[in-house]
């Protein structure tokens, strides 16, 4: 058990005297959860194999999942990969941002965060309290998610506290994370590019600058290790429907009071919640646009767990930042989705 710290920062102008505590916690080879524009980040330096140990530890994470690099400026890419053009290219046109590149490794780059591999992903996270720490640190910080392994994503300090409270050295509190899903990870060492997870960039704009290879529109099945744990997952039994909006509200009322009748506890995740009302079921409200339905996810599905034993979630066209959303609620729901 540890002690855990809470400093809660200004995320917009992140006061040095406090993010200075947190990047001497991260130099030492503490753990940091820190918000990024994502999701909140479990941070370590990524330099240290023994620091990077205490992430696996804390989060219960198997050590065969790679972590992302953390950075603050080209520079610091160079240090830890080898960046070919085509990483050049995207460095250029989409960091700092939601975009993470799987590059050949340094030799720097400790097993630990690699799980061995010969590759590195590397992020620029674009929050300045992620860029400040990072800037303080003077490391580049690997992370992952700041959940419990398989739990949906934090996308609020309050979730990192459930999770990680009295499993980390400090939490920084900087409110809500903006884009509300993780990063979308490309592997670079291939041309075409390969979408290893998409995320909050859409590959719909990394067409734009560089081939990529067709992948199943759900990618089930790429080489990287993270994608075969269930994932993102509430404890609750998650169903997921999608099409016609009209068909969806009849089904997903159908549903619900078939579980409700069985004695399940039911949660409604929705994007517009009018027609539920009356129901004998927690319902809420995700948003209409996908952007705003990926800031809500995982909080939803959070909120949702504490009330409800099942799941009923509406899903979304798998474009944009859609294909990210219904990527997790495929993994979250053990691919119980359902096209009506
Ligand atoms: P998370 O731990 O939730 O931040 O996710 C990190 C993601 O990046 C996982 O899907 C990892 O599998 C992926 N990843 C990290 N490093 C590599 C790598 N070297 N090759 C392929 N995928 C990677
Ligand atoms: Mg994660």
């Known amino acids: 058990m540890v002690r ?26 503490g753990l940091v959860a820190f918000p990024t524009e994502t999701v909140y980040g479990l941070g370590a330096n990524g330099l240290d194999g023994e620091a990077v140990r205490k992430i696996f530890v804390a989060k219960k994470r198997p050590m065969d999942n790679p972590l992302i690099l953390h950075v603050s400026g080209v520079d610091m890419i ?30 720097v780059v400790p097993p630990e965060v690699t799980a061995g591999l010969d590759t590195v992903a590397v992020r620029m996270p674009s929050h300045p ?43 920084i509190d900087g409110g809500a994370t903006d884009i509300g ?7 670079t060492t291939v041309y075409p590019v390969e979408v290893l997870r998409p995320g909050g ?12 290879r067709i992948f199943s529109k759900s990618v089930d099945t790429p080489k990287s290790p993270g994608m075969k744990y269930r994932h993102y997952a509430p404890d609750a039994r998650l169903f997921v429907l999608t099409g016609k909006r009209e068909e ?32 004998d079921a927690v319902v809420k409200e995700m948003g209409t646009s996908a952007e705003e339905v990926a800031r809500n996810l995982f909080d939803v599905l959070r ?33 119980r989705i359902f096209r009506v």
């Open 4 to 29: 855990t710290k809470i400093i809660r920062v200004n995320s917009d102008n992140p006061e040095e005297e406090k993010i200075v505590v947190a990047a001497n916690v991260i130099r030492k080879g």
């Open 78 to 107: 160079e240090e830890i990969a080898e960046v070919n053009e085509t990483a050049r290219k995207l460095i250029n046109e989409f960091f700092p941002g939601p975009l993470t590149l799987v590059m050949r490794k340094k030799d």
């Open 129 to 171: 309290v992620a860029i400040k720490l990072i800037e303080m640190s003077e490391l580049p910080i690997a992370a992952p998610s700041a959940n419990l392994a398989g739990k949906p994503s934090p996308t609020k300090a309050e979730h990192v506290i459930e999770d990680l409270y009295e499993r980390v050295d400090v939490i």
């Open 181 to 187: 899903v993780e990063s979308t990870v490309v592997d």
């Open 201 to 212: 960039l859409e590959v719909e704009r990394i067409q734009e600058v560089v081939d990529i």
């Open 248 to 279: 969806i509200v009849e089904k997903i009322t159908q549903l619900a009071e078939d579980f409700s009748k069985k004695g399940f506890r039911v949660g409604i995740a929705v994007t517009d919640p009018t027609p539920y009302k009356k129901m």
């Open 303 to 335: 909120e949702l767990d504490r009330h409800a034993d099942i799941i009923i979630a509406e899903g979304i066209e798998e474009r944009g930042i859609g294909l990210a959303v219904m990527n997790r609620l495929k993994k979250a729901s053990d691919s």
